[in-house]
């Protein structure tokens, strides 16, 4: 059940708001009371998030925003963007943007790799620190940033050479920004989501799903909204003891 205050009157951030886990996150964020700025590269798809938002703030509205994580300027014209229209920064900040682009590692190309760890590296590097630096310039008394790595960070994945790489540096940037931040009060920390039902996963083959989900203790797939209550978690005072941790929504997949 969802503690319906518990993040009212924080403003959040979301990347990758536009579909999958992050549209979960802007849903499950906005039902607990957050303002929520819905970013993705996709604008139309950010937009249909927004208005997926239930709307119950009289005074300011949740908003719709186009980023692109992998450029500096995009980031830092974002986090303007939210400063000019709210007169503050996100508190909260949930960087769920990412691609994969599959192939074997003797195959796979450079370009393709440079782009996969462009997003899901380095977008989380330039969002990570952009909004930690609105955070520390005004001073919030308890910001919360949430990374989104993989399991597949930890564990590899055949055919996933470049997507493991960047999930895995997500969580070493994770560890070094929370170490960096606690003495601003600015608790990081990762999901490590599994086998999550999302147009990601939408690409991978029927017979792939069904191996993958043998292998799942919980016997199932997992869905965005499960990933969203992790993160509505880590983004609330219930998780104020807690930095520097990747927490797994896997089903217990590859546990241990
Ligand atoms: C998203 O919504 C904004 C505000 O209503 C609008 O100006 C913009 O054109 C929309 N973008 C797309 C791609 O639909
Ligand atoms: C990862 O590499 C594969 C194989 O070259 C490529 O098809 C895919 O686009 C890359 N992933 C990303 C996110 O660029």
Redesign the pocket.
């Known amino acids: 059940m969802a503690a319906t205050t518990r993040l009212i009157s924080r403003l959040a951030l979301v990347t990758g708001g536009g579909s999958g886990i992050g549209r979960a996150v802007c849903q499950r964020f906005a039902s607990e009371g957050a303002l929520v700025v819905v970013a993705d590269l ?3 798809a ?2 249909e998030t ?1 208005r997926s938002l239930s709307r119950d703030h009289k005074v300011q509205e949740h908003m ?1 925003a ?1 980023v692109d994580v992998s450029s500096k300027q995009s980031v830092e014209d974002l986090v303007e963007s939210i400063q000019r229209r709210y007169f503050q920064p996100a508190s909260v900040c949930v960087n769920a943007a990412g691609i994969t682009q599959d192939d074997f590692l003797l195959r796979l190309e450079e370009a393709a790799f440079d782009r996969v760890v462009g997003v899901n590296l380095k977008g989380t590097f330039l969002v990570v620190q952009a909004v930690a630096a609105a955070m520390v310039a005004s001073g919030v008394s308890k910001g919360s940033i949430v990374t989104v790595g993989s399991i597949v960070g930890k564990v590899g994945n055949i055919g996933q050479v470049n997507y493991s790489a960047s999930k895995a540096g997500v969580e070493g940037i994770t560890r070094t920004a929370a170490k960096e931040l606690s003495r601003y009060r600015i608790r990081c920390n990762c999901v490590l989501p599994g086998f999550i039902s999302t147009p990601m996963t939408d690409k991978v083959p029927e017979r792939v799903i069904h191996k993958m989900t043998s292998l799942v203790p919980l016997g199932r797939m997992g869905e965005p909204a499960e990933v969203a209550d992790v993160c509505s978690f880590l983004a609330s005072d219930d998780s104020r003891y807690i930095t520097g941790t990747s927490i797994e929504v896997t089903g217990g997949l590859f546990m241990g």
Do not use: K, S
């Open positions: 996709n604008e139309e950010a937009n927004l719709a186009a």
